[in-house]
């Protein structure tokens, strides 16, 4: 009886997205709003998120992400010290960081432009941490009514003031149910992502002038006995994605490359070899 195995899930390149600020800024209420269902508690009481909440979703546009929400940033004491140092580490390896102030509201959702922002010394250590590491940074003034922002504990902290220039700044209401703050949250992250693609991947995986509904690219793909079952690599993986998000058509050729590397091989058997790939080239004219 021969024993059935299956292959390994195939890899994803996950985008990661956190969530920062401090406490009761609406950090948990922007992760629920994110996945679109009650991931996260969400209440009026300090310190509600204990440890980080991390969610898979994907998004349209960007492709799978995982998300973390994390716990107030300014929570103070030893336990406090302890999540901050664990908040900082998730922030070193996000693509993107959501900070989270809270502001009086305002109506509207709506991209500020002010010179310089105002933030504390704790949600300073999170655009110091993107800074550092050149990543992309994105601060969301969520609006509350008088009456709420009042309810949320003041607690003492030394102020900093940042160039407005270096990140992407925002005003909107996270409580907001009708849909409006989800398709303006969503807008938000693909306007980052795509400027990050651009800083990530300046020059084109493929000259432009090859790729158009005309074209069809051929990947020679070499296999052995070292290539994982049921999938590409990873570089050949892309390739082919590049292609076909630019319409062009792809064919696949795979060499014999035991064959190549025997020193047996006769001249015949290689020259087969070669006409097999030039009809592979021929039919793709």
């Given at each position: 009886h021969h024993r059935l195995t299956f292959p390994t899930r195939r890899f994803l390149s996950r985008f990661n997205i956190g969530?920062?600020?401090?406490?009761?800024s609406g950090k948990s209420t922007c992760m629920n709003l994110l996945v679109q269902q009650n991931a996260s508690i969400v209440d009026s009481k300090l310190g509600t998120t204990s440890d980080s909440k991390?969610?898979?979703?994907?998004?349209?546009?960007?492709?799978?992400?995982?998300?973390?929400?994390?716990?107030?940033?300014?929570?103070?004491?030893?336990?406090g010290e302890k999540k901050r140092?664990?908040?900082?580490?998730?922030?070193?390896?996000?693509?993107?960081?959501?900070?989270?102030?809270?502001?009086?509201?305002?109506?509207?959702?709506?991209?500020?432009?002010?010179?310089?922002i105002?933030?504390?010394?704790y949600e300073n250590m999170i655009v110091e941490c993107?800074?550092?590491?050149?990543?992309?940074?994105?601060?969301?003034?969520?609006?509350?009514?008088?009456?709420?922002?009042?309810?949320?504990?003041?607690?003492h902290e030394d102020e900093h003031e940042i160039d407005a220039e270096t990140i992407h700044r925002y005003?909107?209401?996270?409580?907001?149910?009708?849909?409006?703050?989800?398709?303006?949250?969503?807008?938000?992250?693909?306007?980052v992502w795509n400027e990050l693609k651009l800083k990530l991947n300046p020059n084109p995986l493929i000259?432009?002038?090859?790729?158009?509904?005309?074209?069809?690219?051929?990947?020679?793909?070499?296999?052995?006995?070292?290539?994982?079952?049921?999938?590409?690599?990873?570089?050949?993986?892309?390739?082919?994605?590049?292609?076909l998000e630019h319409f062009t058509s792809t064919f696949a050729f795979r060499l014999d490359i035991q064959l190549l590397r025997?020193?047996?091989?006769?001249?015949?058997?290689?020259?087969t070899e070669k006409n097999r790939f030039l009809d592979c080239i021929r039919q793709c004219k």
């Amino acid at each position: 009886h021969h024993r059935l195995t299956f292959p390994t899930r195939r890899f994803l390149s996950r985008f990661n997205i956190g969530i920062f600020g401090n406490m009761n800024s609406g950090k948990s209420t922007c992760m629920n709003l994110l996945v679109q269902q009650n991931a996260s508690i969400v209440d009026s009481k300090l310190g509600t998120t204990s440890d980080s909440k991390i969610c898979l979703i994907e998004i349209h546009g960007i492709g799978p992400c995982k998300i973390y929400d994390t716990p107030g940033i300014n929570e103070r004491g030893e336990l406090g010290e302890k999540k901050r140092q664990k908040t900082l580490q998730i922030a070193k390896y996000c693509d993107i960081l959501l900070l989270i102030k809270p502001k009086l509201y305002t109506m509207n959702n709506s991209k500020q432009v002010k010179n310089t922002i105002k933030v504390t010394q704790y949600e300073n250590m999170i655009v110091e941490c993107a800074k550092a590491r050149k990543k992309q940074i994105v601060l969301i003034e969520n609006q509350f009514d008088v009456l709420s922002l009042k309810q949320i504990p003041r607690i003492h902290e030394d102020e900093h003031e940042i160039d407005a220039e270096t990140i992407h700044r925002y005003e909107m209401n996270l409580n907001d149910t009708s849909g409006n703050a989800f398709s303006f949250l969503m807008s938000i992250l693909r306007e980052v992502w795509n400027e990050l693609k651009l800083k990530l991947n300046p020059n084109p995986l493929i000259p432009l002038k090859y790729l158009n509904k005309f074209q069809t690219v051929v990947l020679v793909i070499p296999m052995d006995k070292e290539t994982p079952q049921c999938r590409l690599l990873r570089p050949q993986e892309k390739v082919q994605e590049y292609c076909l998000e630019h319409f062009t058509s792809t064919f696949a050729f795979r060499l014999d490359i035991q064959l190549l590397r025997d020193p047996n091989s006769s001249k015949d058997v290689i020259d087969t070899e070669k006409n097999r790939f030039l009809d592979c080239i021929r039919q793709c004219k």
